[in-house]
């Protein structure tokens, strides 16, 4: 089956750097998504991978590792707006998205 | 970036009726566009592929006969919720898949909260 894992709830400081891990098994692989989903909204488009390695944009970064299977969003200098779930997504070989239950990120002051 | 709009944003309504919600695609063609449901606490819980000019492809334990899809052009695909009850209040999203050369990225619609009461 296809299985998408990663924590359900992580806790930071503002200011701080925190990393949510995603790992995956899925029939085959088109890119993996990160999405960021606040509380009553539809989530938006963080980043995309699709080859082994970090990207790097702005303050969040995602890495990829398709060999472990495994991918990390890595959020810097955390502030109180991204408190959010952080969603994980792989596209399989039918480029069908498969979708992680989600990280509950809290920052606290 | 591309822009999905959605149809209405919320809707209350009385067990028993139908609502429609309307997912576009702005600045895009958007062959295959996908139904979402989320309900309070957990995850986005895929329900549809809507393709264009064919019958939309339904997750298991989706009824299709209760959430009819129509994906009649390239821009828009409808869901619709017939006789809606009190434990089909959720929230609705779509997502439209860019599919241009080498671009794989879905765009959702900034969704639909349905109450039925």
């Known amino acids: 089956g296809q299985n998408i894992d990663q924590p359900t709830e992580m806790t930071a400081t503002e200011g701080a750097i925190v990393q949510i891990n995603c790992t995956y098994q899925?029939?085959?692989?088109?890119?993996l998504f990160w999405y960021q989903q606040h509380a009553g909204e539809a989530p938006t488009f963080l980043s995309y991978?699709?080859l082994d390695g970090l990207e790097e944009k702005g303050r969040f970064s995602s890495f990829l590792s398709r060999s472990k299977g495994y991918s990390y969003l890595l959020l810097k200098e955390l502030q109180m707006k991204d408190s959010a779930s952080y969603l994980c997504?792989?596209?399989?070989?039918?480029?069908?998205?498969?979708w992680g239950a989600g990280t509950k990120l809290i920052i606290k002051p | 970036g591309a822009v999905v709009s959605q149809h209405p944003s919320w809707v209350i309504c009385k067990s028993g009726t139908s609502v429609k919600i309307e997912c576009r695609s702005l600045?895009?063609?958007?062959?295959?566009m996908f139904w979402y449901r989320q309900f309070p606490k957990q995850s986005l819980m895929l329900m549809a592929t809507?393709?264009?000019?064919?019958?939309?492809?339904?997750e298991q334990g989706v009824e299709k006969d209760k959430f009819l899809i129509n994906h009649a052009s390239l821009t828009l695909s409808t869901l619709t919720v017939t006789s809606a009850h009190p434990e089909d209040s959720s929230f609705y999203i779509c997502?439209?898949?860019?599919?241009?050369?080498?671009?794989?990225?879905?765009?959702f619609g900034p969704g639909t909260r349905l109450t039925v009461l």
């Open positions: 997502s439209a898949r860019d599919q241009r050369e080498g671009y794989n990225e879905q765009f």
């Open positions: 997504a792989v596209m399989d070989s039918n480029y069908q998205l498969i």
């Open positions: 991978n699709v």
């Open positions: 600045d895009f063609q958007a062959t295959t």
């Open positions: 899925t029939s085959g692989f088109n890119g």
């Open positions: 809507s393709n264009e000019g064919s019958k939309a492809t339904y």
